[in-house]
């Protein structure tokens, strides 16, 4: 079986092992593919990015290690951008001035008129408190400024792999909103469109399944039936912050891709090619 997984973090930003580390786990763990994607740096303070005196030694360790594994495996080298506009929307300059393989794009942060909004991480309370501050407690409000800034970030960037698109669910937990109000379902379509519309693959991460912070993957299971009757092209990643967690629930998730009706996976080797599931 064909494994790989284009999205990992390692200690160059706010993972727990080092790149080589990493590879050494793929590696032993049979994966043929392996890309390696630090969140991008980003201009304010904060304990997750890249730092920017750090690009060009991460960048001339990934090479190294590339080189040095070339026989065991096929080692990439990107980052995790985060889009937010007016602050990071110069994605593509930067992807070619590092030289990237390709570019991976998230939402961790929503811009409001009254700052950014976190959604990421793994307190609930931030993301109730950012709700109640940026967006005055709306949550459709909010939810719609997370879409409306992901179809930017697909129109104006159109990353590789548009990664975990339906984040803004992962501290809701039914708790402002049910995932299947017409509302909501109707945001998610109209980003499904424009994915389609694009080619963008969309990618299917398996993080917050494996770490108990989610009970579906991102997305979740209706859109990635949505996902497969519509045909956008999909990936499989696990978003791995640590050695171990490389290719985690990668088989559960490919079943179930499967059975959602998706025929083929995407993976990257100089280029982007499907195979069949
Ligand atoms: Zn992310
Ligand atoms: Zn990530």
């Known amino acids: 079986m064909l494994k790989f997984n284009y999205h990992s973090h390692s200690t160059f930003c706010?993972?727990?092992?080092?790149?080589?580390?990493?590879?050494?786990?793929?590696?032993?763990?049979?994966?043929?593919?392996?890309?390696?994607?630090?969140?991008?740096?980003?201009?304010?303070?904060?304990?997750?990015?890249?730092p920017t005196s750090e690009i060009d030694n991460y960048l001339n360790e990934t090479k190294r290690l590339k080189k040095k594994y070339e026989d065991k495996i096929k080692l990439f080298t990107s980052m995790e951008f985060d889009y937010i506009p007016k602050i990071s929307e110069d994605i593509r300059e930067r992807a070619e001035k590092y030289n990237l393989d390709y570019i991976i794009s998230s939402i961790?942060?929503?811009?409001?008129?009254?700052?950014?909004?976190?959604?990421?991480?793994s307190k609930q309370e931030s993301y109730d408190k950012g709700l109640i501050e940026c967006f005055g407690g709306d949550i459709k409000k909010a939810v719609k400024a997370f879409y409306s800034q992901t179809n930017e970030m697909i129109s104006k960037i159109n990353p590789n792999i548009l990664g975990h698109f339906d984040k803004v669910?992962?501290?809701?937990?039914?708790?402002?909103?049910?995932?299947?109000?017409?509302?909501?379902?109707?945001?998610?379509?109209?980003?499904?469109?424009?994915?389609?519309?694009?080619?963008?693959?969309?990618?299917?991460?398996?993080?917050?399944?494996?770490?108990?912070?989610?009970n579906d993957y991102f997305p979740q299971t209706p859109w990635i039936k949505a996902l497969a009757q519509k045909q956008v092209r999909?990936?499989?990643?696990?978003?791995?912050?640590?050695?171990?967690e490389v290719d985690k629930?990668?088989?559960?998730?490919?079943?179930?891709?499967k059975d959602c009706g998706h025929k083929d996976i995407w993976y990257f080797d100089e280029s982007w090619k499907p195979i069949a599931l």
Request: with cysteine; aromatic share 12%; proline share 3%.
């Open 108 to 121: 961790h942060l929503v811009s409001s008129e009254n700052g950014l909004w976190f959604i990421d991480g």
């Open 169 to 214: 669910k992962m501290h809701n937990k039914d708790r402002y909103f049910k995932e299947d109000e017409p509302w909501y379902r109707d945001l998610v379509m109209e980003s499904i469109d424009l994915m389609k519309q694009n080619n963008t693959i969309c990618e299917i991460n398996t993080r917050g399944l494996y770490k108990g912070r989610s």
């Open 14 to 50: 706010d993972g727990k092992n080092t790149l080589e580390e990493m590879a050494l786990s793929a590696i032993e763990r049979g994966m043929q593919y392996f890309g390696f994607s630090a969140h991008s740096p980003v201009p304010f303070k904060n304990d997750f990015g890249l």
């Open 249 to 257: 629930l990668f088989v559960e998730c490919s079943n179930h891709l």
């Open 234 to 244: 999909v990936t499989i990643s696990t978003d791995c912050h640590k050695a171990d």
